[in-house]
């Protein structure tokens, strides 16, 4: 009973407490966000420790990421007092595979010291087989086939296995022939993919019952966060573990959300929910309804929201928090990007002087490439902040491409910048001709560009080299040139067009291009408000510098994929725009079930809150390099009246000083008065097929209207061809 029970367990509600206790025998915890499913895998650690049933060696515990097993580990440590020895085999599914892989890599033909080839060095291999396969590499692109390979893998699927549908689809017919050489490629250089660090173990498990067994023995419980976003190869492997030989107990404890799953563009199934307990007969299956976390406001909204699916296994949630001074979810318009990003700083400033910290707020995205103007405007306010889950916006890879682009027209004698793209995209420019170059330049005391200007016109060089090196610096005098009179953003886009820059990303096949491209046009954007291209160049190495430091007070930044699992106390969400939220792709690529994936996603971002929601969207974005008016999302739509209100026009964020920028400039926007007043997002929503037909019609004519940024900067704003 309560009285004696240990401490870690009498803060729990019975549920809780019930899944938490559950010790034998496979248990389903099946709940809403927040009702505590992370926290009773933590205590039933803590539970299964402290009662001594097994040493932490013993315990099999499985994370989404590797941040959440570290804080898994801090938490267990604090529950049953003092610090965790060990718990080798708490993880992702991905650092558990390896652990196993190089315990028992001969028995795949590997070397325990085995490489982990990442994505470049993937197509690089891949590349080299369809080399030597004789296919034209253009017409069956390596990226392609590397992300056939990981959906293969995705499914569990040896190249015996995979369907003939696929094995037709690539290079006529030859898929499997090429998969199998590229497993056997693999070997030979004593190395694995990703997907081979659970494929290679479930090969090894289901050839050698007495290594199956070993584990069976060491791994008392086994426990999994996130149920929901495990992909088939993961199910299989984690089926292979639990499931025992008949009268032992199958001690498998998983958490998970249906509404939460968002990695089905990643091979995720949320079917292995119902699987479970077909597959673990006699299965527990516990639900939680309490949550802990939000307000009713935000569970209100949240919940409302999510109920718009269909495809679901439907659930209650209810909080005990009734406090009539808790905030609704609160609704934004905002002009365009940048008055979004400036309106957020300033809530967030509001808060900050009312002691909130920043720590405990957070900014979530649908697309990477918004996180730039918060990037740019918290470096303008000086407020500190982190990116979560990768590189800050200017970090990223053809980000850095790009500016080394720009810096290299703009200061010529920059040598870094000209060596990261004097052969990016390919030229057939070679290590050797780099060197030479190189060793041209330092004899002579002149820069690299310098040098290449020279050196073309000699025959030091190959023809083929030379031709393609007299090009670049071809290239580059003229935009050197241009500088003095084209507008700098122009200027830019012209460079990476010219470059073939632009048509490489556009040529490549992969997962990420599109996000990469997306980032290219808005890098173009944010040079807007710069009068110059050396001025921006300024502005981006002051935003570089800016520390990112983990004790630091920071305002979190990151995508909704990768806040799965997390809250704060404030919630930032922007972008809430038909095409960006829901994302056009999902919408083109998924259909309906595009569009639940995309409503889950909505749920999770609100989900994340605990006590104050801020959702935002604008009357125009660029999209596909044009202004266009865009429309609310139609998640907006979808949030319940009674949980939400409409912010109202803060009078204070016109008060910079900045000529043209103020009220007035409400008044004349029509469609944004509609938006702002309430309930006019729903306004806005009954006229969707008109402004759709309205919008598309003008973008296919001439723009719908262009801002134009002269001696007042970038407020001053006027409307055209309208
Ligand atoms: P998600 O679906 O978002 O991953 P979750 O179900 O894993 O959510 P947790 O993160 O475990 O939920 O819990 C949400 C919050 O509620 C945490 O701050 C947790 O500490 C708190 N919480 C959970 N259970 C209780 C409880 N019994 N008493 C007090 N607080 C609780
Ligand atoms: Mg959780």
Known sequence: DAQRAPDYLSGLNPEQREAVETLDGPVLVLAGAGTGKTRVLTTRIAHILATGRAFPSQLLAVTFTNKAAREMKERIGLLVGGAVEGMPWLGTFHSIGVKLLRRHAELVGLKSDFSILDTDDVVRLIKQILQAEGIDDKRWP????????????????????????????????????LYTAYQTRLKTLNACDFGDLLLHPIRIFRAHADVLAEYHQKFRYILVDEYQDTNTAQYMWLRLLAQRPKGTPQNVCCVGDDDQSIY?????????????EKDFPGAKVIKLERNYRSTAHI????????????????????????????????????????????????????????????NDMAILVRASFQMREFEDRFVTLGLNYRVIGGPRFYERLEIRDAL???????????????ERIVNTPKRGLG?????????????????????????????????????????????????????????????????????????????????????????????????????????????????????????????????????????????????????????????????????????RLAYVGITRAKRRCHIWFVSNRRIHGLWQSTLPSRF??????????????????????????????????????????????????????????????????????????GESGPRARTIEGE
């Open 142 to 177: 390596a990226k392609q086939f590397a992300g056939m390979i990981d959906t293969w893998k995705n499914k569990g699927l040896d190249p015996a296995q995979i369907p003939e549908g696929d094995a037709r689809a690539f290079a006529n017919g030859k898929g499997r022939e």
């Open 404 to 418: 080394a682009y720009f810096r290299l027209v703009s200061q010529p004698a920059d040598d870094l910048a000209f």
């Open 264 to 276: 089905g563009w990643r091979g995720a199934e949320v079917d292995n929910i119902l699987r479970f």
């Open 431 to 599: 290590d050797t001709t780099i060197r030479n170059l190189h060793d041209y330049a330092r004899a002579r005391d002149i820069p690299m560009l310098a040098a290449a200007a020279d050196i073309v016109e000699t025959d030091e060089l190959k023809p083929k080299a030379r031709k393609a090196l007299f090009d670049v610096v071809t290239d580059f005098r003229r935009w050197q040139t241009l500088m003095e009179t084209m507008p700098h953003t122009e200027l830019a886009e012209q460079i990476l067009d010219e470059s073939g820059y632009t048509a490489m990303w556009q040529a490549d096949k992969s997962a990420e291009a599109p996000g990469r491209l997306e980032n290219l046009k808005e890098l173009i954007r944010s040079m807007e408000a710069f009068e110059s291209l050396r001025g921006f160049l300024e502005h981006v190495s002051l935003v570089m510098d800016a520390e990112q430091n983990e004790n630091l007070d920071a305002v979190s930044i990151m995508t909704l994929h990768s806040a799965k699992g997390l809250e704060f106390e404030t919630v930032f969400l922007p972008g809430w725009e038909e095409g960006l939220f829901p994302h056009q792709r999902s919408l083109d690529e998924g259909g309906r079930s595009g569009l639940e994936e995309e409503r």
């Open 636 to 709: 907006l739509d979808e949030l319940p009246e009674s949980h939400v209100e409409v912010a109202e026009v803060e009078q204070s964020y016109g008060g910079y000083g900045r000529g043209g920028y103020g009220q007035s400039r409400f008044d004349k926007q029509e469609p944004f008065q509609n938006a702002y007043s309430t309930p006019g997002w729903r306004r806005a929503q009954a006229n969707r097929t008109e402004a759709t037909r309205d919008n598309w019609g003008s973008r296919s004519g001439h723009a719908v209207e262009r801002i134009g940024y």
């Open 299 to 358: 569970l209100g909204a949240a919940g409302h929201l999510i109920a718009h699916n269909e495809d679901r296994l439907g659930k209650t949630l209810f909080t005990d928090r009734h406090d009539p001074d808790d905030d609704k979810v609160v609704v934004h318009a905002a002009w365009d990007s940048e008055e979004e990003a400036r309106a957020v700083g300033e809530e967030i400033e509001q808060l900050q002087r009312k002691q909130h910290k920043l």
